[in-house]
């Protein structure tokens, strides 16, 4: 007979490990336990569908009282010309998928974002925006896992960065994200500002190009206001 623990790890490899705390819970793992011993249901992973909540159910050996409609996957891109470099999101994200520094404009790693949405409601400039892509699991990135499916790759792949981020955050950081992010009031703007946006959808391998043109039309307006700073003309 599987112990209680065996159970909670198969069903954490069939989580989408976002760590979006949309089931209501704080992360993957304490939602995991909480199936297996009966004080949650198997349907409350919004972000793993129908699929994931029967696979759930199964493993755990309870009934699936609801069906659960699957969501389209997004990824978050920052608008570099509006942020001011104020580390939130940074600090909001579950797996490490924002690059930055204090007062240094932040990029999100689109193969690192698993579109849980944390980041979102933190910015005081609101120059973060969701992109719909088609992948069938995010995130892109599967390299820190050597599990031949996909699905349970990626999923294995954001477990891994955020323990990572648990781990070699500095104990001020979880101090700050404690005392200034309340986990209740972050889920529900995350949710009203996920559902509120106008997302752009594009095909996964039309992201790239849509990002390189985004980047050139960057350039272009720095190389224009450094001209007006310095007093350039064109031919300078
Ligand atoms: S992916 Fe989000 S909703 Fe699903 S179990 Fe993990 S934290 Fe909960
Ligand atoms: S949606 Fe935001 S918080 Fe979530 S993984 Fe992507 S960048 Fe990080
Ligand atoms: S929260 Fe917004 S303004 Fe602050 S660093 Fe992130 S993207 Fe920039």
Do not use: W
């Not at 704080?26 to 249901?41: E, F, G, I, P, S």
């Amino acid at each position: 007979m599987k112990s209680k623990q065996d159970i909670i790890q198969k069903i954490e490899q069939i989580l989408p490990q976002t760590q979006c705390c949309r089931c209501g819970f704080a992360d993957c793992a304490a939602y995991a336990k909480a199936v297996v011993y009966r004080t949650a249901h198997a349907h409350l992973c919004s972000v793993g569908g129908d699929e994931t909540a029967q696979k759930i159910a199964e493993i755990a050996g309870v009934s699936l009282y609801q069906k659960v409609a699957n969501e389209p996957k997004f990824v978050v891109q920052i608008d570099e010309n509006r942020c001011i470099g104020c580390t939130k999101c940074l600090v909001a994200c579950p797996v490490n998928a924002v690059s930055g520094a204090a007062k240094l404009m932040h990029t999100v790693i689109a193969d690192e974002c698993t579109g849980c949405g944390l980041c979102l409601p933190v910015c005081p400039t609101d120059c973060m925006q969701t992109i719909e892509v088609q992948d069938n699991f995010l995130p892109r990135n599967t390299f820190l896992s050597s599990n031949k499916n996909p699905q349970q790759a990626a999923s294995e792949h954001a477990r891994l960065r955020y323990q990572q981020q648990q781990t070699f955050r500095q104990p001020e950081t979880v101090e700050y994200t404690q005392k200034t992010l309340n986990i209740n009031q972050l889920l529900n703007k995350a949710q009203q500002k996920t559902a509120s946006q106008k997302r752009i959808s594009v095909k996964s391998d039309e992201l790239a190009q849509q990002e390189l043109q985004q980047q050139k039309q960057r350039s272009y307006q720095r190389n224009l206001r450094r001209k007006k700073q310095y007093g350039l003309d064109d031919e300078q």
